[in-house]
């Protein structure tokens, strides 16, 4: 069974730091590109992060370029998303994702989310 737990999110205030964490499961997390999606109130999802299997150059929504960081430990089975400088404008609900092949087929799975809240 395929399980993506994400961890870490919280209320915080502007500026201020979180990490978030994503632990996987049921699947060859080495072989998978993992990705952070985040969606706020009444707006879609979007992407926010990526990362290929071997933690080669990610990918940032031109939004988080430069405050966020995400990354991966294989031996852990766990990718992360680090979050600095946060604005209220990264509030949001975060979603950690998985893509992978499963035989032939290209499989995509989701977490359940965490909450940031940035606030004063």
């Known amino acids: 069974q395929v399980q993506l737990v994400e961890s870490g999110g919280g209320l915080v205030q502007p500026g201020g730091s979180l990490r978030l964490s994503c632990a996987a499961s049921?699947?060859?997390?080495?072989?998978?590109?993992m990705s952070w999606y985040r969606q706020a109130p009444g707006k879609g999802r979007e992407l926010v992060a990526a990362?290929?299997?071997?933690?080669?150059?990610?990918n940032y929504a031109d939004s988080v370029q430069g405050r966020f960081t995400v990354s991966r430990d294989n031996a852990k089975n766990m990718v992360y998303l680090q979050m600095n400088s946060l604005k209220a404008e990264d509030t949001a609900v975060y979603y950690c994702?998985?893509?992978?092949?499963?035989?032939?087929?290209?499989?995509?799975?989701w977490g359940q989310g965490t909450q940031v809240t940035v606030s004063s």
């Open positions: 994702n998985a893509n992978y092949l499963r035989g032939l087929s290209l499989m995509n799975s």
């Open positions: 049921g699947f060859t997390f080495s072989v998978a590109a």
């Open positions: 990362i290929t299997n071997t933690g080669g150059t990610p």
